[in-house]
């Protein structure tokens, strides 16, 4: 409301009306006053300013009252004007249509004073008082959006670059269900060789979540620090973990708690020490495409309990392995359907992302969550972070699979053991691939059926990339990963034809456009029950399929013990 | 009401008042086992066991939920107990790193023999 008072506007084509009008509400101290004689007048005012209150006749030639109600109605701004019309006691089913259409209240003529008084006056009022809820609102959310950055400003943006004095590839991202989050994820090199890494979930959501978040991130963070100061020893995530926990402990009569896994990988050996305390278990990732949780039984959360001991425990990452953090936005993210993401679909999926950078990775991932909710909306946070130790040897650079730089990474890797090769898209290659099959499958001695299983899979799929992938032809290349781990043996298959996901397959009389039809559907099916795993990413426009065969392989053929 | 709603019923043997909880335990509802389970305290209950057998399913609300109510019980001299962790919800506790947080008994019949 202007200092001016409330401004109102009357419409009315008789100028009888409009001085009688004008003069009583002067009388009544409102002063702010315009006129207008028909609707587009008055529409053409509305547009000019802001009015708080409108008084308008219903019979008006060049547009009448109802149109002008309709016109406001409709959304936008004017919406929230209240409309009191003006009507003859005769006319009452008109003003009971003009209610219908969205008028706040009716006022007879001839004018009486004091109802002129009474419902201009409480019709002002509920504009007021709607105006100042809007405006708490917006300061609120001004409020929370202020929370909500420095919020985000506490997690670390920047990912620093994999070095050789400083082998580890890190991404990680956090979005929260509402303006602020109660997730965390933090890194940071505690030494030049112990690089620290943590995500975290705290129960409850909203502000106070938020704050308990910001506590905690700034705990371990101060922890680490003190540690390093007065202690010579090395960190004892154990004992950070402690102290963290004792302090949120204290004054916690709302009983907040926070899920937290606080890794520390020694950049030299490939040994992360870790603590989890009662956070989902997070994903190790092999460079060959096998996943495995880090599945100890976890411990209680932080704040929980002050004298809490957490136990460390350890897990040794091989060259070019991963570790994927996340929280349970991931993995109970829920479809239109209410079906749930789970662990199955992450694990699948991050199998298909074995071969790719950690930002790569957590974007791959968070497109198939994305991809999965759909349209639903996000009712917990999502965090996830993805670290890939690359010690000196092996290629440091983010690679995209199938390209030379990648192999020759994998190659320079001790472990896995991987073969590459490289076909065209004839049928008459696949002997090629035989071949190389064949020949990995002597080095390293895999049991017979299961070698034969994965080729006749590994056949049905190439076929069906060499078929289907470019409908327009031309001469392309596939690659093609082998790769041996003590656990079984994946291919991993990389084209950059037209998009297909093998595990949409029984949908195959609902093809979306841009998908491929399947080689008569029955040689995926078939695949699938050939092979263990099926994995697939359309990472930029590639298409990434992997197939998985677990089997018993002797040790010694592998070149090494078996850990 | 819907079949997975809370679900909560009391039953007084005299030492012991037994609340059976049944059905889903979600930030949505907690807070009525909170206020149930103060109603109780402050009315001079001094052993609450929580029978969670017929329980489907419990988010962290719930288990911030009986943090509170425990700490309320100590400070009434009274104490809360739980019993009837079966399946998926057991497996929330260990999967949450919690199961050690409370006095947990086998069945009903284990808890009430121990109480």
């Known amino acids: ?563 | 009401m819907s079949k997975t709603a809370l679900k909560m019923q009391d039953t007084d043997t005299g030492e012991v008042c037994i609340v059976s909880i049944g059905g889903r335990i979600d930030s949505s509802n907690a807070v009525d086992l909170l206020d149930r389970l103060n109603v109780l305290l402050s009315s001079g209950k001094k052993t609450i066991l929580l029978d969670f057998k017929e329980v489907l399913y419990l988010t962290s609300a719930a288990f911030r939920v009986l943090l509170v109510a425990t700490d309320e019980a100590e400070r009434n001299t009274a104490r809360i107990v739980l019993c009837g962790l079966l399946g998926q919800v057991r497996e929330l506790f260990e999967m949450g790193g919690l199961l050690e947080a409370f006095t947990v008994h086998g069945s009903r019949e284990d808890a009430l023999a121990k109480l």
């Open chain 1, 1 to 563: 409301m202007s200092i001016d008072g409330p401004a109102l506007l009357v419409v009315d084509d008789n100028d009888d009306n409009r001085y009688t009008l004008t003069r009583r509400l002067t009388r009544e101290g409102y002063t702010n006053l315009t006129t207008a004689t028909n609707g587009r007048e008055a529409l053409d005012l509305l547009q000019s300013k802001p009015f708080d209150l409108i008084l308008l006749d219903i019979m008006m030639p060049d547009m009448n009252g109802y149109e002008v109600l309709e016109r406001m109605k409709a959304g936008g701004e004017l919406h929230n004007i209240p409309v009191i019309m003006i009507s003859a006691l005769s006319e009452i089913d008109s003003v009971i249509r003009c209610i219908e259409l969205g008028a706040e209240d009716y006022l007879p003529k001839p004018f009486n004073p004091t109802l002129l008084r009474a419902r201009v006056g409480a019709s002002l009022e509920k504009k007021r008082l709607r105006d100042d809820v809007k405006a708490s609102l917006a300061r609120l959310e001004q409020e929370m959006d202020a929370a909500r950055k420095l919020q985000l400003g506490m997690l670390p943006l920047y990912f620093p670059a994999c070095t050789p004095e400083q082998p580890v590839e890190i991404h990680a991202l956090m979005e929260t269900a509402r303006q602020v989050g109660g997730d965390l994820y933090d890194f940071f090199y505690a030494s030049e060789r112990l690089f620290c890494f943590l995500v975290g979930d705290v129960s409850g959501k909203g502000a106070a979540a938020a704050m308990f978040m910001a506590r905690t991130r700034s705990l371990v963070r101060m922890a680490m620090q003190l540690w390093r100061k007065t202690s010579g020893d090395p960190v004892s995530p154990a004992h950070v973990v402690e102290s963290v926990n004792h302090e949120l402990c204290q004054n916690n009569r709302d009983r907040m708690f926070v899920t937290l896994f606080f890794g520390v990988l020694d950049t030299k050996t490939g040994v992360v020490t870790y603590i989890n305390a009662g956070h989902l278990a997070p994903c190790l990732l092999h460079a060959s495409g096998s996943i495995e949780p880090i599945n100890e039984k976890p411990a209680m959360p932080l704040a929980v309990r002050a004298d809490t001991v957490y136990q460390e425990r350890t897990v040794t990452l091989l060259p070019g392995d991963a570790v994927f953090v996340f929280s349970d936005g991931v993995t109970e993210a829920m479809n239109a359907a209410e079906e749930l993401y789970g662990n199955e679909r992450l694990q699948a999926e991050l199998c298909a992302t074995s071969a790719l950078s950690s930002e790569e990775m957590v974007q791959a991932i968070k497109a198939k969550v994305d991809l999965f909710s759909g349209d639903a909306p996000q009712s917990d946070d999502v965090t996830m972070l993805a670290l890939r130790w690359r010690p000196v040897g092996a290629n440091c650079k983010s690679a995209t699979p199938g390209a030379d730089q990648y192999f020759e990474a994998k190659q320079s890797m001790p472990l896995p053991q991987t073969t590459h090769i490289v076909i065209r898209n004839d049928a008459e290659e696949l002997a090629a691939l035989t071949t190389a099959m064949e020949r990995v499958g002597a080095e390293h001695d895999i049991p017979e059926k299961s070698l034969f299983q994965l080729q006749v899979a590994l056949d049905e799929m190439v076929s069906n990339v060499i078929k289907y992938a470019w409908p327009e032809g031309g001469t392309h290349d596939i690659d093609i990963h082998i790769t041996v781990r003590d656990e079984g043996v994946a291919v991993e298959i990389i084209d950059d034809g037209r998009m297909f996901d093998p595990r949409d397959a029984p949908k195959r009389d609902k093809l979306l456009p841009g998908q491929r039809p399947l080689a008569g559907g029955v040689g995926v099916q078939m695949t699938k029950k050939l092979v263990d795993r099926i994995g697939y990413a359309r990472i930029g426009n590639r298409n990434h399929t992997t197939l998985t065969k677990l089997c018993v392989l002797n040790p010694a053929a592998l070149g090494r013990e078996k850990t």
